[in-house]
């Protein structure tokens, strides 16, 4: 995916329609024959080799191979993770060589969100007339939590989805095209969750989804995708590019709401000292 977003700027029209037929439905459409891929780009055979050449592989098959690993490193589990760190990550102090993987994982990020992704989802966000709904899976709802807590200081309307799959329909019922729907997945992706973005997606909530370098199946239903480095030499992966990317929204979202942030802020600050026992 990174090669392809380098390559977009340079690409012919078909070539960029491979491209984005590509995205659109990643990794799947690449796994396809190239007839298949073809057809679905709206494009010819050689256009499709014409892209695959120009984002760098020699062969559709060498393409195809890059795709299944990434497919495989999709499905890794914590087990199959641990058995898998490099010899010269296991030379290097076990801090040391998280610490810098950690460090990469936040630069690569930044460094690699697609234009303009970041100051769309911000627009969303920093707008009150807009109710953003967030969730996460097993270990990413703790960080929806965290941003739902923030953005309620920032602005009304935000919600964090809460009990089982079934407690989402009912709020998801009340959704409509003015909602936003924040969804965290990484990788080993959840069912639900990506069930849960395509329903959204059908009832037209506009939908984020901030997840891994290999792109969670959420990601097809989305209407903006901010994908962040997870893998450091661990048995689990690192939410810490996540957490940054969900600060900077934050932060930016308190820059664009300026006086009305602050008002807001000064208030709950007032009801707090409200509510604090009086000394005697």
Do not use: C
Not at 10 to 20: F, I, P, V, W, Y
Not at 33 to 45: E, K, P
Not at 83 to 109: L, V, Y
Not at 234 to 245: P, R, Y
């Amino acid at each position: 995916m990174d090669l392809v977003r380098d390559a977009m700027p340079s690409l012919t029209t078909s070539e960029k329609r491979a491209a984005q037929a590509l995205v659109a439905d990643y990794p799947l459409l690449g796994l396809e024959t190239v007839a298949r891929f073809a057809d679905r780009a709206g494009v010819s055979a050689p256009s499709i080799l014409r892209f695959i050449g120009r984002i760098g592989f020699a062969s559709y098959a060498d393409f195809q191979r890059r795709l299944m690993a990434e497919v495989e490193a999709r499905l890794l589990s914590p087990l199959a993770k641990a058995d898998a760190g490099s010899p010269s990550t296991r030379k290097r102090a076990p801090r040391t060589a998280f610490a810098e993987a950690a460090a990469d994982n936040i630069a690569e990020t930044f460094r690699r969100l697609p234009n303009g992704e970041f100051e769309a989802v911000a627009t969303l966000l920093a707008d009150p007339r807009r109710p953003v709904h967030l969730i996460g899976g097993r270990f990413t709802d703790a960080l929806a939590r965290y941003m739902t807590a923030h953005l309620r200081i920032l602005r009304p309307n935000v919600s964090h989805l809460e009990g089982q799959r079934d407690n989402w329909h009912d709020q998801l019922l009340d959704m409509g095209n003015r909602d936003v729907l924040f969804l965290i997945d990484i990788r080993r992706y959840q069912d639900d969750l990506v069930a849960f973005a395509a329903e959204a997606a059908r009832l037209k909530v506009t939908t984020i989804v901030l997840t891994d370098q290999w792109l969670s199946p959420a990601a097809r239903s989305a209407r903006h995708v901010l994908p962040a480095r997870i893998a450091v030499p661990s048995a689990w992966d690192s939410s810490v590019a996540l957490l940054a990317l969900i600060e900077a929204l934050v932060a930016e979202v308190t820059a664009r709401r300026g006086a009305e942030s602050r008002s807001r802020m000064a208030a709950i600050e007032t009801i707090r000292r409200q509510g604090q026992p009086q000394s005697r």
